[in-house]
């Protein structure tokens, strides 16, 4: 497998626990991943295609609900908040009855029309190094390089879980970054999330995290940079102090920038490799990687097992 992001990660686990023997190659170490960057809420966030993307998200939320029951050893808690802009026959239309409690927001919750919620928040500094821990628990094996091209790799089947990095591995330049930025800050005293978007299209949110407050977001496509922009920085800030004022004056912890693995659609598939191997790809999952990551390790894992066996 090349690539220890949350998608190879998990994609790692599901199938190091069906038997496979499974070694990982990552460029980084999981806590200098994109994923390490993401807020992380789970929720069926527009990404291609949509009618399996909304089927992997429902298998994850399956998941996540399951490891909500250990939330300080898994990552993931179950928490109360608001989408905002978003109707209610809208987002019933995404997860039909799977998530209880889903009803409009009442105006004390939420000024514009809102829909308020149960669901996963995802603390990724928790949850990444736990997925780690249950691969090596499995049997797995990680190694920290750089990968140059998948028919280097020496074994009958290569996964393909790089994110971005599919973009010069594969290569694929369809794959495009979607730069995000994030202000950690003392937490006031908020503990439900809220995501919003203003009149003028930018978004804020700000997400309940175990000693902190994560307050986003942008999204710029085809922004490469890394560093986190001051003033950036403190248009989030305000942008999340309007909706809350108490964030206002809360210490700035520190900055996080990460870019997402944007792509028309997510490719999830295989594909031969010379000399009779076969890759299966499970990279371009832009900003909803930790919503989808268990329905679609399951299914990399399915095309796995047939490229195994074929
Ligand atoms: C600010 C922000 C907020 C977000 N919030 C959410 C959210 O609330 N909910 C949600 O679902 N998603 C969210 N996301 C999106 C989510 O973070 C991504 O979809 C997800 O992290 C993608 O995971 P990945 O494993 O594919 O990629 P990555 O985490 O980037 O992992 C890629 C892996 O491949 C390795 N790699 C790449 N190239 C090579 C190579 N040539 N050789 C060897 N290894 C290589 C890297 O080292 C890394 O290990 C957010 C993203 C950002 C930036």
């Known amino acids: 497998m090349v690539g220890g992001g949350v998608i190879g990660l998990t994609t790692a686990v599901v199938l190091a626990e069906r038997g496979r023997r499974v070694r990982v190659l990552t460029r980084d170490p999981v806590e200098r ?9 789970w929720w069926p966030y527009a990404i291609e295609p949509v009618a399996s993307a909304r089927r992997w998200a429902l298998r994850s939320l399956d998941v996540y609900e399951e490891l909500a029951d250990s939330p300080e050893v898994t990552g993931v808690r179950m928490v109360e908040g608001v989408l905002g802009e978003a109707d209610l026959d809208g987002a019933r239309a995404w997860v039909g009855d799977r998530v209880p409690g889903l009803r409009a927001a ?21 949850h990444l190094p736990w997925l ?10 990680i190694e ?8 280097e790799v020496d074994a009958p089947v290569v996964v393909n879980c790089t994110g971005l990095g599919a973009r010069d591995l594969v290569p694929d ?3 495009r970054p979607v730069r995000g930025q994030l202000v950690v800050v003392e937490n006031p005293g908020v503990n439900t999330w809220l995501v919003s978007t203003d009149a003028a299209g930018e978004m804020a949110y700000f997400f309940p995290q175990p000693g902190r407050l994560v307050l986003g977001g942008t999204a710029d496509e085809d922004a490469w940079s890394p560093a986190p922009d001051p003033a950036v920085a403190e248009a989030i800030v305000a942008r999340c102090a309007a909706l809350r004022p108490e964030i206002a004056g809360a210490r700035v912890l520190g900055h996080l920038v990460g870019l997402r693995p944007a792509r028309d659609a997510v490719r999830l598939e ?22 989808v990551a268990w329905g679609c390790a399951e299914e990399a894992a399915r095309l796995v097992h047939g490229a195994a066996s074929s």
């Open 33 to 41: 991943t994109t994923s390490a960057v993401a807020g992380a809420l």
């Open 106 to 126: 009442t105006v004390e919750e939420y000024a514009g029309q809102g829909v308020w919620a149960r669901l996963p928040l995802i603390d990724m500094s928790t």
């Open 173 to 175: 330049a369809t794959v």
């Open 144 to 151: 920290t390089r750089s990968v140059s091209a998948l028919a």
């Open 270 to 291: 295989r594909e031969p490799l010379p000399g009779g191997r076969v890759s299966v790809h499970n990279y371009g999952h832009g900003g909803a990687g930790v919503t």
């Open 132 to 141: 780690r821990r249950r691969f090596l628990a499995a049997g797995g094996v």
